[in-house]
């Protein structure tokens, strides 16, 4: 129920964290449902604590997603996420997930 990933990148150790995570789930999908048209069908909701990293809220939000604010903590964060047709909530200890709706 959490996952991080690391990499090498010009001999630099990568650590991907919860936010990152979001940021990169957040941008598949975003560029996904632009591509089949249905962004003005769905909500995107995108779940962050006060403790998320800023430059991954104002990433998230320049590709035009909602970003939901909730305590930290996944009972609060995955309450919040189901408020939109998909939602994505990723500490930064990579405890997260991401949440479809039936619509």
Do not use: M
């Not at 936010?19 to 560029?31: A, E, N, T, W, Y």
């Not at 449902?33 to 069908?41: A, G, K, R, V, Y």
């Not at 104002?58 to 996420?81: C, P, Q, W």
């Amino acid at each position: 129920d959490r996952i991080v990933f690391h990499s090498y990148i010009n001999n630099h150790w990568i650590l991907i964290d919860g936010d990152k995570i979001s940021v990169l789930i957040s941008l598949l999908i975003s560029q996904e449902i632009n591509q089949l048209d249905l962004s003005n069908h769905l909500t995107i909701g995108v779940i962050q604590t006060a403790y998320a990293n800023g430059s991954s809220t104002n990433y998230i939000s320049n590709l035009g997603l909602t970003i939901g604010v909730a305590k930290t903590g996944v009972k609060y964060l995955h309450h919040k996420a189901l408020e939109y047709d998909i939602g994505i909530y990723f500490e930064a200890n990579g405890h997260g997930t991401v949440l479809f709706s039936d619509n």
